[in-house]
């Protein structure tokens, strides 16, 4: 998969060091697939999430953080639309 928006989880990582291995996993993970379908996803992030728009949203660090990401299965690309703490996504 194409990866957009990294320089998001770059400032991500810089905030918060302890997510630093989970996104660098993530995004290896992500690089090296390809995602086809959301059952794909699911396959290796069981926690996941599906909202309408293939907007999935990952559990990082057991629920601690959220990466909601936009994946359009057909070009192959992950869009990061937005990463933080868990409390910060249930304000949004």
């Not at 993530?26 to 996941?48: C, F, H, M």
């Not at 909202?51 to 999935?56: E, M, T």
Request: charged fraction near 25%; aromatic fraction near 12%.
């Amino acid at each position: 998969m194409r990866l957009l928006g990294r320089d998001k989880l770059d400032a991500f990582v810089t905030a918060h060091v302890d997510a630093r291995p989970w996104i660098e996993n993530w995004i290896g993970e992500a690089e090296r697939t390809t995602w086809r379908t959301p059952q794909d996803v699911k396959n290796l992030y069981s926690s996941a999430s599906f909202l309408p728009g293939n907007v999935v949203i990952f559990n990082v660090k057991g629920n601690r953080y959220r990466l909601e990401a936009l994946i359009a299965y057909k070009t192959g690309t992950v869009i990061v639309r937005w990463v933080g703490t868990h409390g910060q996504y249930d304000k949004r």
